[in-house]
């Protein structure tokens, strides 16, 4: 299995604020003693094709260059393949968070790409739950959070007219959908529940943080 990361950027990350900053953070990285592959995300879906190619051919170290978008797509790509890997080698994911959200990480810190480029360099990481939902289109895989209704609505909202203009664009979002404000049923059970819950509800929130 290889040691090199395969660092997965995706340069439209932050209204094109990671592929302004990715080069020079890459390259810090690099002379700091940090082996590493690169490789571009082009399009919605291509981090997670990157990363599928890159588990298969024997990559297990993985740098999400982004937001959480990046890292979400790269899981994805991972899973559930990694989970039936024979070898029995988890995957390693990193983030250099160049992004808008990162809110993933920012559960574990507010220094943001600072902290990310010590916690490479110095090796450090952790294990992680990964959360499976299964949906009438088939399944998906995360780290962080799902969410259903209105934090959702507001982040496509924001993803589909707003999104070039940062943090304003997603307050404007939630502007939006408050005056559109209104509940609704999201038919679920977990595992083990016989029954299907419809009750309405603003919003539904699978943490994992």
């Known amino acids: 299995m290889k040691e090199t990361f395969l660092a997965v950027v995706n340069p439209a990350a932050g209204a094109g604020r990671c592929g302004r900053l ?3 953070a890459l390259d810090s990285l690099r002379k700091a003693g940090i082996a590493m592959e690169t490789a571009e995300s082009k399009r919605p879906g291509h981090a997670a094709q990157l990363a599928r190619e890159a588990y298969q051919a024997g990559y297990r170290r993985f740098l999400a260059v982004g937001g959480d978008g990046t890292s979400f797509e790269i899981v994805n790509g991972l899973f559930p393949g990694a989970e039936a890997d024979a070898t029995d080698q988890r995957p390693t994911l990193a ?59 507001v982040a496509s909202l924001t993803n589909r007219r707003f999104k ?8 404007l979002g939630i502007l939006v959908c408050l005056i559109r404000l ?9 595992d083990g529940d016989q029954e299907m819950d419809r009750r309405k509800c603003l919003f539904l929130l699978f943490n994992n943080s």
Request: hydrophobic share 40%.
């Open 22 to 24: 990715a080069p020079a």
């Open 182 to 190: 209104h509940r609704r049923a999201f038919p679920l059970r977990a």
């Open 164 to 171: 070039p203009l940062g943090e304003l664009g997603y307050l």
């Open 95 to 153: 983030f250099l968070p160049l992004g808008t959200g990162n809110s993933f990480l920012r559960d574990f810190t507010d220094r943001g790409a600072e902290y990310a480029r010590e916690a490479l360099l110095a090796g450090r990481q952790r294990p992680c739950d990964l959360l499976r939902l299964t949906h009438h289109q088939g399944v998906l895989h995360y780290i962080n959070l799902l969410s259903i209704g209105f934090p959702a609505d």
